[in-house]
Protein backbone atom coordinates (compact mmCIF):
# COMPACT_ATOMS: atom_id res chain seq x y z
CA UNK A 1 0.00 0.00 0.00
CA UNK A 2 1.05 3.58 -0.44
CA UNK A 3 -0.53 6.73 -0.15
CA UNK A 4 -1.30 9.11 -3.18
CA UNK A 5 0.87 12.48 -2.52
CA UNK A 6 -1.95 14.10 -4.49
CA UNK A 7 -5.66 12.21 -3.15
CA UNK A 8 -4.00 11.23 -0.27
CA UNK A 9 -6.06 7.65 -0.13
CA UNK A 10 -4.00 5.10 0.17
CA UNK A 11 -4.08 2.49 -2.52
CA UNK A 12 -2.09 -1.03 -3.59
CA UNK A 13 1.09 -0.71 -5.78
CA UNK A 14 -0.38 -1.47 -9.03
CA UNK A 15 -2.44 1.81 -8.79
CA UNK A 16 1.16 4.14 -9.34
CA UNK A 17 3.15 4.22 -11.91
CA UNK A 18 6.73 2.51 -12.23
CA UNK A 19 9.06 4.96 -11.63
CA UNK A 20 12.79 3.56 -10.76
CA UNK A 21 14.42 6.80 -8.61
CA UNK A 22 11.30 6.81 -6.29
CA UNK A 23 10.92 4.86 -3.11
CA UNK A 24 9.19 1.55 -3.89
CA UNK A 25 9.89 2.29 -7.29
CA UNK A 26 6.55 3.68 -8.12
CA UNK A 27 5.75 7.68 -8.31
CA UNK A 28 4.78 9.59 -5.33
CA UNK A 29 0.98 10.21 -7.76
CA UNK A 30 -1.80 7.27 -8.41
CA UNK A 31 -2.27 6.60 -12.02
CA UNK A 32 -5.52 8.76 -11.72
CA UNK A 33 -4.62 12.10 -10.19
CA UNK A 34 -1.61 11.49 -12.93
CA UNK A 35 -3.55 11.05 -15.55
CA UNK A 36 -6.06 14.09 -14.48
CA UNK A 37 -3.21 16.34 -13.83
CA UNK A 38 -1.57 15.51 -17.12
CA UNK A 39 -4.89 16.35 -18.97
CA UNK A 40 -5.47 19.54 -17.03
CA UNK A 41 -2.12 20.90 -17.63
CA UNK A 42 -1.93 19.69 -21.53
CA UNK A 43 -5.23 21.52 -22.35
CA UNK A 44 -4.21 24.76 -20.60
CA UNK A 45 -0.85 24.47 -22.44
CA UNK A 46 -2.70 24.13 -25.76
CA UNK A 47 -5.14 26.79 -24.99
CA UNK A 48 -1.90 29.44 -24.21
CA UNK A 49 -0.18 27.76 -26.97
CA UNK A 50 -2.43 29.43 -29.43
CA UNK A 51 -2.61 32.41 -28.19
CA UNK A 52 -0.41 35.44 -29.84
CA UNK A 53 1.68 35.48 -26.48
CA UNK A 54 2.28 31.76 -26.28
CA UNK A 55 2.98 31.69 -30.22
CA UNK A 56 5.67 34.30 -29.50
CA UNK A 57 7.13 32.69 -26.38
CA UNK A 58 7.78 29.13 -28.38
CA UNK A 59 9.55 31.02 -31.24
CA UNK A 60 11.81 32.58 -28.12
CA UNK A 61 12.32 29.53 -26.67
CA UNK A 62 13.15 27.57 -29.32
CA UNK A 63 15.70 29.90 -30.48
CA UNK A 64 17.29 30.24 -27.22
CA UNK A 65 17.44 26.25 -27.19
CA UNK A 66 19.24 25.96 -30.55
CA UNK A 67 21.68 28.68 -29.81
CA UNK A 68 22.18 26.99 -26.17
CA UNK A 69 22.74 23.44 -28.53
CA UNK A 70 25.55 25.01 -30.31
CA UNK A 71 27.49 25.67 -27.02
CA UNK A 72 29.74 23.34 -25.63
CA UNK A 73 27.70 22.80 -22.62
CA UNK A 74 25.00 22.33 -24.90
CA UNK A 75 26.33 20.06 -26.98
CA UNK A 76 27.77 18.07 -23.82
CA UNK A 77 24.30 17.58 -21.97
CA UNK A 78 22.79 16.75 -25.65
CA UNK A 79 26.04 14.12 -26.00
CA UNK A 80 25.27 12.57 -22.57
CA UNK A 81 21.28 12.43 -22.68
CA UNK A 82 21.71 10.21 -25.95
CA UNK A 83 24.49 8.00 -24.56
CA UNK A 84 21.53 7.45 -21.62
CA UNK A 85 18.82 7.23 -23.90
CA UNK A 86 19.78 5.59 -26.87
CA UNK A 87 22.61 2.68 -25.18
CA UNK A 88 21.93 3.30 -21.09
CA UNK A 89 25.65 4.41 -20.39
CA UNK A 90 27.29 7.81 -19.41
CA UNK A 91 29.80 9.48 -20.42
CA UNK A 92 32.46 7.75 -17.80
CA UNK A 93 31.42 4.41 -19.41
CA UNK A 94 31.87 6.49 -22.76
CA UNK A 95 35.59 7.61 -21.97
CA UNK A 96 36.61 4.40 -20.25
CA UNK A 97 35.71 2.56 -23.53
CA UNK A 98 37.47 5.58 -25.38
CA UNK A 99 40.63 5.02 -23.40
CA UNK A 100 40.55 1.15 -23.68
CA UNK A 101 40.51 1.14 -27.08
CA UNK A 102 42.94 3.90 -27.08
CA UNK A 103 41.39 6.16 -29.08
CA UNK A 104 41.23 3.63 -32.38
CA UNK A 105 38.02 2.02 -33.96
CA UNK A 106 37.48 -1.24 -33.20
CA UNK A 107 37.50 -2.80 -36.07
CA UNK A 108 40.07 -0.58 -38.59
CA UNK A 109 42.38 0.64 -35.81
CA UNK A 110 41.91 4.24 -37.17
CA UNK A 111 42.12 7.35 -34.93
CA UNK A 112 38.83 8.31 -33.48
CA UNK A 113 37.45 11.73 -34.24
CA UNK A 114 35.04 12.65 -31.72
CA UNK A 115 32.77 14.15 -34.00
CA UNK A 116 32.57 10.81 -36.14
CA UNK A 117 32.58 8.38 -33.13
CA UNK A 118 29.66 5.88 -33.07
CA UNK A 119 28.63 3.63 -30.20
CA UNK A 120 28.20 0.37 -31.74
CA UNK A 121 25.60 -2.16 -29.95
CA UNK A 122 23.27 -5.01 -30.77
CA UNK A 123 19.98 -4.04 -31.95
CA UNK A 124 18.37 -6.63 -29.88
CA UNK A 125 20.05 -7.02 -26.67
CA UNK A 126 21.02 -3.01 -26.52
CA UNK A 127 23.86 -4.59 -25.80
CA UNK A 128 27.36 -1.81 -26.20
CA UNK A 129 29.58 -3.51 -28.08
CA UNK A 130 32.43 -0.77 -28.53
CA UNK A 131 33.50 2.82 -30.39
CA UNK A 132 33.81 2.73 -34.23
CA UNK A 133 34.76 5.57 -36.62
CA UNK A 134 32.15 6.37 -39.33
CA UNK A 135 32.84 3.62 -41.80
CA UNK A 136 32.87 0.98 -40.01
CA UNK A 137 30.11 2.26 -38.37
CA UNK A 138 28.35 2.56 -41.82
CA UNK A 139 29.66 -1.11 -43.41
CA UNK A 140 28.33 -2.75 -40.61
CA UNK A 141 24.97 -0.73 -40.83
CA UNK A 142 24.37 -2.20 -44.57
CA UNK A 143 25.40 -5.49 -43.54
CA UNK A 144 22.66 -5.52 -41.17
CA UNK A 145 25.06 -7.02 -38.48
CA UNK A 146 24.50 -10.23 -40.35
CA UNK A 147 27.94 -12.40 -39.59
CA UNK A 148 27.19 -14.88 -43.16
CA UNK A 149 26.80 -11.58 -44.96
CA UNK A 150 30.02 -9.84 -43.96
CA UNK A 151 31.76 -13.32 -44.81
CA UNK A 152 30.38 -13.67 -47.85
CA UNK A 153 31.85 -9.87 -48.48
CA UNK A 154 35.59 -10.91 -47.48
CA UNK A 155 35.41 -14.13 -49.41
CA UNK A 156 33.80 -12.03 -52.55
CA UNK A 157 37.09 -9.57 -51.99
CA UNK A 158 39.24 -12.16 -52.00
CA UNK A 159 38.22 -13.94 -55.21
CA UNK A 160 38.02 -10.79 -57.07
CA UNK A 161 41.74 -9.36 -55.67
Not at 37 to 65: C, H, L, M
Not at 110 to 119: A, G, M, P, R
Not at 127 to 153: E, M, P, Q, W, Y
Request: net charge positive; proline share 1%.
Amino acid sequence: MRRCGQCKVAKPLDAFYRHKNRALGRSNVCKACHSFNDSTVQQRNKKWRRTEKGQKWQQQFNKKRREYNKTTEGRYRLFHRDLRRKYGIDVWEWAHMFNAQKGLCAVCRDQLIFEFTYVDHNHQTKKVRGLLCHNCNTALGHAKDNIDRLFSLVSYLRERC
